[in-house]
């Protein structure tokens, strides 16, 4: 399984991007799938996530600016990001919790991927 994040760049405080994350290979299920971030010099911080029947929650950080999505036929993520701050600017990164076959998500076991990650930078 191969994770391919995209569609960050540099925006202008106030604007708006839109990423994306695809899944690629052979699975059974797409249990969770979530978004972080890395600002330079601080750690990795969850930003939201959204479970299998489509509940999704936000770090407060973004509540109300950031909405989360999927496309299930295509087995990919979104994070539509819109009045963008500088506070933003990180490298973001998908994360998705994959059960390999039947066997194993009835058993309740996952896989954790990461996406590359990609750079979001917000100008002020």
Known sequence: VQLQASGGGLVQSGGSLKLSCAA????FSINAMSWYRQAPGKQREWVAEIISGGS???ADSVKGR???SK??????????MNSLKPEDT?????????????GSYELGYETTYWGQGTQVTVSS
Do not use: E, P
């Open 24 to 27: 690629s290979g052979t699975f």
């Open 56 to 58: 999704t929650i936000y």
């Open 66 to 68: 950031f909405t989360i």
């Open 71 to 80: 496309d299930a036929a295509k087995n990919t993520l979104y994070l539509q």
């Open 90 to 102: 990180a490298v973001y990164y998908c994360k998705f919790a994959i059960s390999s076959d039947s």
